[in-house]
């Protein structure tokens, strides 16, 4: 029997290629034989040239695709597939386990720094289970144990995968006919003595009813726990980009007052009893609260089985099942940037900050005493009014580390199951049906946070008449809370629990079904001798994703320093699509070696967005042995996902270290005032209290800033243009080397503008004919951009298929491997890529913003020129093996257009204050070029054990402190960009692998 076995199951690539070159000598038998099991032997310098669904091995095809083994993260002690992805030179680090504040409980890919959205993760060919609503896998739940390789097409693919394959497809590659018993255990410490990781899993297999059938099962587990940054000299304390010193955020301790005050704002002294107005010097340092590496569990179970009913038919099923907790930890809670209402006759309020809210109110020296020492509430006691009763409506902005940090545990249960069949028509023509469902569950339960409605009847305290405090409302078990002591003085612990003891939850749901029918092979006859290859198919999918949101998550401002609300989300929509492919051998052993052209087409018709047709062009030639040229022509496009189609319009949290209204900015500036009085005007405030902000306005706290900003249901398909052309040198039987350049532009694309395209926009020409003026709302009690969203809409960013995305760069890898003597072997790899160009423009009318070396709060995660990643290894009597990995970042700076609207960032001498840092001299406008080495050792000590020592950050590279306020807080972190600098330093695993 036949049955195409060129991994028709998945539909995916036939060979291993380059994958073989890149492992130990160790590997070499296992990986012979898994060549050999699965029909598609290649020699170990073939170039894997897939992304298609033709599944003929004797094709190179056009799309260049680089691999990654199952032995290189075994090297490499990779745990989970964001770990390696983000590293990939074709890749941007995406949402991962450096992510912290701004992590989800995902980690995505985000391939050519065009958008998580925008490329596709597959397992075995297929389109795997979502984890919300944006359609986005959550690489946490690959199972790594089982997975034989993985292979990355960066460019488009839609054509071949469908939607969203625009910046390229991960497709993990299951280990197929596995027969034996594999069980591995690891453990990984960084030298600091913190970051254990601990992953176990066993894999067993068999063949039964006399190789007709195959079985597999693995089980794994793993447990991550957290690096604080408080655990690192240079993320002790935060730095402020801009001046160098140490920051915060200015919902501090002791409490920062933004009120009716004669300045309008000011802090409390540390002892609790003094008020000085205009003054703010403490921030609050949250960094050592905030993690570095986020704590991570998972359970996981995979099985598949395959079965020859007849001698033309085979069935085949595969089920993923996967339970995964992340835990993001950040700083303690407290009352934040919400208005509250607090009574002048509180017994906490200390006199000097009641003296100075009768001056800001401009009460009498008798009006202040008699609502100073009433001792009733609103009502006597007879319940008629209280004339003596104050009330003042102002910021109290109280950080609150006495009722401890504020968690979100993400706990994602997910399962994904496919069955189908498949066999062949003819010798040269083979057929597969398929179905697969699967449900991802994702439960966010968060706990530290205040509750709003809470915490202001806790505010309002008033004397007991026994010496003592309670609440004037005493309902629902109410304590008094005191916001405006010193540390440790926060009230009693019953006040605690009544307002931050309490969970909230939000569940988020996906579902994908998918059905799809192919056939594909070679039609017997073509223009040369080799036949014409083809596949033909058809697919249906449905998404399906639901948000479920408590009262309090839901409802904005309700949860105090929780962002945004999570209101609830309900939508669906369903796909079908057609589609053919054909590769033609046009030429062979003729005036040139090999010529063959490609050619592919898709009809797809979303039940949302209309229809859509994508087609692709290419071909390669090889005019001599040795040298192949190769390129293809894509149109591309992406539907609308859940998401942006159906998410109602809500307010949360971005980044924005200089607020041009903020503080003596606009004095003397008659635009500029005009302009932010006019949005203070806008979020409800009388002109004369707006003007009376002018001069005294707080820049964003940590950084942060509100935005407004929704689905929309009126969005349509965006459209993309990829191409690429190289070429494959193979001097050598082992030596090969492939040079690409690639080419995306995405029209029509899902975009929102970026924060600077409206506050550059505005501010750089103020006046209230200016449009995106109009997009800013400012608060109406204390004319900054921050905060509660229920009262500061911010800027208000609109989604629309306005925006262009434009990259283009170079990629090249060269592969060599050799024996330098009958006992000793010697490989070397490395990929690098060359990236020209990452244009953003969200409008029009917007900035046209370049991103590719650059860091700012507009272009998230770091995207450095060059990127390469090498590996050398020497193999001693197929016993030993010596790995040496050098990973390189081209050197970034400071976004020149950011740079010109906020001026420089901070140059010079650390000051006191900044922790060990101090006295360091920096630079917050570059970060230089860096390297990372990782040394691994591997001994086969048996027949069936091995051993894996691995040192990765071998030189203990320390990052690049660039301050906390000079990107987006994601990515921008503890000082640092963790996501794309080692924050951990050296650390050292060791692994241990037993098979039968």
Same mark, same amino acid.
């Given at each position: ?16 290629g ?38 003929? @091995? ?74 919300d ?9 690959i ?5 034989e390789? *993985? ?16 910046g390229?497809?991960v ?11 594999e ?51 240079f ?16 919902n ?9 005050? /004669? ?34 569990e ?12 007849s ?15 992340? %835990? ?5 809670g ?61 910021s ?65 305290a ?12 005493? %309902? ?46 070679d ?5 040369? +001798?080799?036949?014409?290859?083809f ?8 998404y ?7 009262? +309090? ?25 057609? $589609? ?34 994508t ?21 591309? %496009? ?12 809500t ?34 405030a ?13 820049q964003?706290?940590?950084? !942060? ?7 929309? @249901? ?9 191409? *690429? ?7 050598l ?46 608060s ?65 009318? %917007? ?53 010109? !609207? ?8 650390? @000051?006191?204050?900044?922790g /060990? ?29 091995? $051993? ?10 320390? @990052?690049t ?32 692998k037993?098979?039968?």
């Amino acid at each position: 029997m036949k049955l195409n076995t060129y991994f028709k199951a998945s539909s995916a690539p036939a060979v291993l290629g380059l994958a073989l070159l890149a492992q130990p000598a160790l590997a070499q038998d296992v990986a012979a034989e898994d060549e050999e099991t699965v029909g598609a032997p290649a020699p170990a310098a073939a170039i894997v040239v897939t992304g298609s669904r033709i599944t003929n @091995p004797n094709l190179e095809l056009a799309s260049p695709v680089s691999v990654v083994s199952s032995e290189d993260l075994e090297l490499a002690q990779t745990n989970v597939a964001e770990e390696f992805l983000r590293e990939l030179p074709s890749a941007v680090p995406s949402v991962g386990s450096a992510v912290n504040n701004g992590n989800g409980g995902s980690s995505f890919v985000n391939l050519r720094g065009v958008g998580s959205n925008r490329n596709l993760v597959l397992l075995d060919g297929r389109r795997f289970t979502p984890a919300d609503t944006t359609g986005r896998v959550d690489l946490n739940n690959i199972p790594l144990a089982i997975i034989e390789r *993985t292979e990355i097409l960066t460019g488009g693919a839609s054509t071949t995968y469908g939607a969203d394959a625009i910046g390229g497809v991960v497709n993990f590659v299951t280990k197929t006919d596995f027969e034996g018993l594999e069980a591995t255990a690891s453990q990984q410490i960084t030298e600091e003595g913190d970051g254990n990781v601990f992953r176990a899993d066993v894999t067993i297999g068999a063949n039964f009813d006399d190789g007709r059938g195959n079985a597999v099962l693995s089980i794994g587990y793993q447990n991550q726990d957290a690096v604080y940054q408080g655990d690192r000299d240079f993320s002790l304390f935060n730095i402020g980009s801009f001046s160098g010193a140490a920051g915060g955020s200015s919902n501090a301790i002791p409490a920062v007052i933004v009120g009716p005050t /004669p300045a309008g704002f000011g802090q409390l002294t540390d002892d609790g009893q003094g008020y000085l107005d205009g003054v703010f010097d403490r921030p609050f340092n949250f960094n050592p609260f905030n993690v570095f590496l986020t704590p991570f569990e998972r359970f996981n179970v995979y099985g598949s089985a395959n079965y020859e009913v007849s001698d033309n038919v085979e069935v085949f099923t595969q089920a993923v099942f996967s339970k995964n907790t992340v %835990s993001t930890i950040i700083a303690p809670g407290g009352s934040f940037f919400n208005t509250y209402q607090v009574n002048l006759n509180n017994p906490f309020m200390p006199d000097a900050l009641a003296n100075a809210f009768c001056d800001g109110l401009g009460l009498t020296a008798a009006e202040c005493t008699a609502g100073r020492n009433t001792q009733f509430g609103a009502t006597l006691a007879d319940g008629s009014a209280n004339p003596d009763y104050v009330e003042i409506s102002t910021s109290v902005r109280r950080r609150t580390p006495e009722a401890g940090s504020r968690t979100s545990d993400f706990t994602t249960t997910l399962f994904n199951l496919v069955g189908g069949l498949r066999g062949d028509i003819t010798d040269s023509i083979g057929w597969e049906v398929s179905g697969s469902y699967g449900e991802s569950e994702r439960i966010q339960r968060q706990g530290g946070f205040a509750r709003f409605d809470r915490l202001q009847q806790s505010l309002i305290a008033i004397p007991d008449g026994a010496g003592g405090v309670q609440c004037a409302d005493t %309902s629902g078990g109410c304590a008094p809370i005191n916001l405006f002591g010193p540390f440790g003085d926060l009230g009693s612990q019953e006040a605690i629990d009544y307002v931050f003891n309490l969970t909230q939850q939000v569940i988020t749901q996906a579902s994908l079904t998918q059905a799809q029918a192919v056939i594909d092979g070679d039609l017997g006859f073509g223009i040369s +001798a080799t036949p014409i290859s083809f596949a033909v198919g058809a697919e249906y999918r449905k998404y399906t994703a639901t948000r479920l949101s408590d009262e +309090a998550s839901q409802t904005p401002g309700a949860v105090v320093g929780g962002g945004g609300a999570a209101p609830d989300i309900d939508g669906s929509y369903n796909v079908k699509d057609v $589609f053919a492919e054909f590769a033609i051998p046009v030429i062979e052993d003729s005036f040139v070696r090999e010529l063959t052209l490609e050619a592919g087409g898709r009809y797809s018709d979303y039940s949302t967005a209309g229809s859509e047709f994508t087609w692709k062009v290419g071909g390669t030639l090889t005019p001599i042995d040795g040298i192949t040229y190769r390129g293809n022509y894509q149109r591309s %496009s992406r539907a609308p996902n859940i998401g942006e189609l159906f998410t109602p319009v809500t307010t949360g949290l971005s980044n924005l270290a200089v607020d041009p209204c903020a503080g003596t900015n606009p004095v003397g500036n008659a635009a500029l005032t005009a302009v932010c009085v006019s949005q203070i005007v806008a979020g409800g405030a009388t002109q004369a209290f707006a003007q009376s902000r002018i001069g005294n306005i707080l820049q964003p706290a940590a950084g !942060q800033i509100n935005v407004t900003s929704g689905g929309n @249901p009126n969005v349509g398909v965006e459209t993309a243009t990829t191409w *690429t052309v190289g070429a494959i040198i193979e001097p050598l039987y082992n030596l090969s080397l492939t040079i690409d350049y690639f080419n995306i532009k995405v029209e029509d694309a899902i975009t929102t503008p970026t924060v600077d395209d409206l506050v550059g926009g505005c501010y750089n020409n103020p006046s209230a004919a200016n449009p995106f003026c109009s997009l800013i709302v400012r608060s109406a009690a204390t004319g900054g951009l921050d905060g509660s969203p229920n009262e500061v809409p911010g800027l208000l960013l609109s989604l629309s298929n306005l925006g262009t995305i434009e990259t283009d760069g170079i990629d090249v890898s060269l592969n060599y491997r050799t024996d330098i003597t009958d006992d000793i072997g010697f490989r070397f790899n490395t990929y690098g890529t060359w990236t020209n160009r990452n244009l953003f423009q969200a409008t029009p009318t %917007s900035i046209n913003r370049e991103c590719v070396s650059y860091y700012s709060v507009n272009c998230g995660s770091i995207q450095p020129e060059f990127v390469f990643n090498t590996r050398a290894t020497f193999s001693f009597y197929d016993e030993f093996d010596v790995s040496l990995a050098w990973r390189y970042l081209d050197g970034v700076e400071f976004e020149p257009l950011q740079r010109a !609207q906020s001026g420089d960032a901070f140059v010079g001498t650390l @000051p006191e204050g900044t922790g /060990p840092v101090a006295g360091q001299e920096v630079d917050f406008n570059t970060i230089p070029a860096e390297s990372y080495f990782d040394l691994s050792l591997r001994w086969a000590a048996t027949e069936n054990f091995e $051993f894996i020592v691995t040192v990765q950050n071998l030189l203990d590279n320390k @990052p690049t402190i660039v301050g906390s306020d000079i990107g987006s807080t994601a990515f921008n972190s503890g000082n640092i960009y963790p996501s794309t600098y080692d924050a951990l330093g050296r650390r050292y695993a060791a692994a241990v692998k037993l098979r039968f």
